[in-house]
C-alpha cells in the first residue's frame, strides 16, 4: 500500500513538473517572431525597398492573354466569357476542358521565366479574371483548382528571382467600360451593385490568404484601370477591400491604380505605408490610330516633352507627397511598317529615359501575343496562326479590334454617324472618352465584334483532340519569336 502510495505521489509530482514547464515555454513560443524572407517588399520613402533596405526596381512585363484573354492578344473577337460560352457550344465540354487546360498549362513555362530572367528584368505582372475563380451562377464559391495555373507562374518566377504581382483585370459586373475587363456592354455595373463588390473583397480575401507566405509576390493589383462615372467610389472601396486584406495578409503591397483608366487621384484622401500608387501611360502616337512621332495625334502635336508632361501629369499625386510610382501598363503596338516602327521604338525610349529620371518602376504590356505588341509573339507557321489568319485579317477589315485596328475600311458606316450626333447632339459628352470613341466602341468593339464571334469559334468545330492539344500549344515559348529590337531596348543595349 505504502508503495502505490509513493508511485502515485511520484506521477503526480511529475505532471505538475511538466505542466509547469509548459506554461514557461507556451508564452516563449507565443512572442517568437519568425524573420521575415529578406525579398518580401516594403515602403521606405518614395522607393520600394526589400527588407535589408536595399531600393529594387520593380521592371518586366504584363502577362494578359492568359489567365486574363483578351481580344488581339489570343485572336478572337469581342469579350473572353463571349467566346468561351462559344467555343464551349462548339466543342462540348470534354474538348472546351482539353483545350483551356493545355493552353494554360504551355502558356507561361521555364523557357518564359529564363528569358525574363535573361533580359535582367524582375517582374510580372499576372493579370487574372474574376471567372476563373468563381462562376456567376454559383457567386461567393471559390474554385480552388485554378490557383494551380496561377501558382505555376508564380513558383516559376520565384525560382528566377522574379518578382509577381496579381492583377484583377476583370471584376463581376466590369469596374470599367470595356472589352478588356471582360465586358460585354458599355456600362461598368460593378460601382452599382454592392453584390458584386462583396464578391470581390471575398476573392481577394481567398487570394491574400493562399499567398500571404510567397516572399517573390511583390503584392496586389486591385482594380485594373476603374471607371467609375462619379469619380467617387474608387478609393473608398480601396480602403474597404485594403482592411480586410491586412486581415490575413498584413506584409504584401498594395498597388493601387488611379480612377478613370489609372490616370485620376484627385480623390485619393491617404496615404497608406504599404502602398504603390500605379498610373498607365500610353503615348497617343503609339496607338494603332497615332500618327507621326513627334507629330500630330488626334488634332495634337506630340513629341518627348508633351510626353513627359503627360506623365507628370498623372504622377503629381505621387510626387507632391513622395509616394512610390509604379507605371503598370505602357508601351506601343507596332504596325508592319519601318518608317512608322522607328518612330514607335523611339516613343519607347523616351518613355523609358523619364522613367529612369523620375526613378520609377515599370511593367510594359505585353509579354507575348499574336504579332501586334509584345516582346515574343507566334510564328506564322503555328497550327493556331494557321487557323485564324483568315479570320484576323477579316476582323482588322471589319475594324472590330479595338487595340489593333482602325475603321478605315467601313468610314462609310462610321463616318455618317459621327456627323449625325455632331449635328442633333453637339453636347453630348459620354465617359470616359467622348462621342467618337464612343460610337467606336459600340459599333465596332460590341456590334461587330458580337456578330463575328462566331466565325471564330466556327474554326474549332470537328476539330480531333490531337488537333486541339497542337492548337493550345502553339501559345508556347517554343512556337514564338522574339522582337529583337524591343528586347535590345528593354535590356538597355540600345540607348
Not at 455595373?189 to 499567398?211: C, G
Not at 498594395?254 to 503615348?283: C, M, P, Q
Request: charged share 30%; glycine share 6%.
Amino acid at each position: 500500500m505504502r508503495k502505490i502510495r509513493f508511485y502515485l505521489s511520484l506521477i503526480i509530482s511529475l505532471l505538475i513538473l511538466l505542466s509547469g514547464c509548459s506554461q514557461q515555454e507556451k508564452p516563449k513560443k507565443e512572442t517568437e517572431k519568425i524573420a521575415k524572407d529578406v525579398n518580401l517588399l516594403k515602403i521606405a520613402g518614395d522607393q520600394i525597398v526589400n527588407q535589408k533596405g536595399d531600393t529594387v526596381f520593380l521592371r518586366g512585363f504584363g502577362l494578359g492573354g492568359m489567365l486574363h484573354m483578351e481580344n488581339f492578344i489570343d485572336g478572337y473577337s469581342g469579350n473572353e466569357q463571349a467566346m468561351r460560352d462559344g467555343l464551349l457550344k462548339v466543342m462540348g465540354e470534354k474538348q472546351y476542358n482539353l483545350y483551356f487546360d493545355t493552353f494554360l498549362k504551355n502558356y507561361f513555362t521555364e523557357p518564359d521565366a529564363q528569358y525574363v530572367e535573361s533580359m535582367d528584368l524582375n517582374l510580372i505582372r499576372i493579370p487574372i479574371n474574376y471567372h476563373l475563380f468563381e462562376d456567376d451562377m454559383n457567386p461567393g464559391v471559390i474554385k480552388t483548382e485554378a490557383f494551380a495555373y496561377l501558382d505555376n507562374v508564380i513558383e516559376l518566377c520565384a525560382k528566377h528571382k522574379i518578382y509577381t504581382i496579381i492583377d484583377l483585370h476583370a471584376l463581376p459586373g466590369a469596374q470599367n467600360q470595356h472589352w478588356h475587363s471582360d465586358n460585354p456592354t458599355h456600362k461598368a455595373t460593378f460601382w452599382d451593385h454592392k453584390e458584386f463588390q462583396d464578391r470581390v473583397v471575398h476573392l481577394w480575401e481567398v487570394i491574400a490568404d493562399h499567398y500571404k507566405n510567397q516572399p517573390w509576390l511583390a503584392g496586389y493589383d486591385l482594380i485594373n484601370e476603374p471607371g467609375d462615372p462619379t469619380g467617387e467610389r474608387v478609393f473608398t472601396y480601396y480602403k474597404r477591400l485594403r482592411e480586410v486584406i491586412m486581415k490575413v495578409d498584413p506584409d504584401h503591397l498594395f498597388f493601387l491604380e488611379g480612377d478613370r483608366y489609372a490616370t485620376d487621384f484627385s480623390k485619393f484622401t491617404e496615404i497608406w505605408d504599404n502602398a504603390v500608387y500605379t498610373n498607365h501611360d500610353y503615348a497617343l502616337p503609339g496607338f494603332i490610330r497615332g500618327g507621326d512621332y513627334p507629330g500630330i495625334t488626334d488634332g495634337r502635336f506630340v513629341n518627348r516633352d508633351t510626353l513627359e508632361k503627360d506623365f507628370l501629369k498623372k504622377s503629381i499625386f505621387m510626387l507632391d507627397r513622395k509616394v512610390p510610382i509604379w507605371v503598370g501598363e505602357f508601351g506601343p503596338v507596332y504596325t508592319g511598317n519601318p518608317v512608322k516602327d522607328e518612330m514607335r521604338y523611339q516613343i519607347l525610349k523616351d518613355q523609358l529615359a523619364y522613367y529612369k529620371k523620375y526613378k520609377v518602376s515599370w511593367c510594359i504590356w505585353l509579354y507575348k501575343d499574336l504579332g501586334l505588341q509584345a516582346v515574343v509573339h507566334q510564328k506564322d507557321e503555328t497550327p493556331y496562326m494557321k487557323m485564324v489568319t483568315p479570320f484576323l485579317k477579316k476582323k482588322d477589315r471589319l475594324g472590330a479590334d479595338a487595340w489593333g485596328s482602325t475603321d478605315k475600311d467601313i468610314r462609310q458606316v462610321i463616318a455618317p454617324l459621327e456627323d449625325l450626333f455632331k449635328k442633333e447632339f453637339p453636347e453630348y459628352n459620354p465617359y470616359p472618352t467622348g462621342i467618337s470613341r464612343h460610337l467606336t466602341l459600340l459599333v465596332r468593339n460590341i456590334l461587330i465584334s458580337e456578330a463575328l464571334l462566331p466565325e471564330y469559334c466556327n474554326l474549332f468545330k470537328g476539330k480531333t483532340d490531337d488537333e486541339i492539344i497542337a492548337l493550345a500549344k502553339s501559345f508556347s515559348f517554343d512556337n514564338c519569336v522574339k522582337r529583337d529590337r524591343l528586347e535590345k531596348i528593354l535590356t538597355g543595349k540600345e540607348k
